[in-house]
């Protein structure tokens, strides 16, 4: 049972060093280290870590520009909350135009006709 553990946390880690090994470029300008670096160059020999780079786009570490973590995370979450923003007023505008039209299909007559010449540019015939 013991060496089924030691197998799967072996296998956990070079699996966890192996994705940083190729995600190192994106997130850092810092000299990557030495073992991090023999992971890269061993996993970059086989054909799946070459997909794998050129997935990520990091199979030139020296051309790669690392991302912003923080300007990242600010852009998505300004997009998220515009996004929000949006479907509040949406809601708020459907539920206000609701209203109002209900409002209106409750006035007598004569009021609705004071609405109406209010609004409209020429009044409306029923």
Do not use: H, Y
Not at 23 to 31: G, H, S
Not at 57 to 68: A, F, H, I, L
């Amino acid at each position: 049972m013991q060496l089924f553990q030691f197998i799967g946390a072996a296998l956990g880690s070079f699996v966890v060093v192996s994705v940083v090994s190729l995600v190192w470029p994106l997130v850092t300008t810092a000299p990557m280290p030495a073992t991090v670096q023999t992971v890269r160059d061993i996993l970059m020999q086989t054909s799946a870590g070459k997909e794998a780079s050129v997935v990520l786009g990091v199979e030139d570490p020296t051309t790669v520009t690392p991302v912003n973590v923080q300007e990242f995370v600010s852009k998505k979450a300004t997009a998220i909350l515009g996004a929000a923003e949006n479907t509040v007023k949406q809601t708020v505008t459907t539920a206000v135009i609701t209203q109002v039209l209900t409002r209106f299909q409750e006035l007598p007559d004569d009021q609705k006709q004071v609405v109406r010449e209010s609004i409209c540019i020429t009044p409306m015939v029923e």
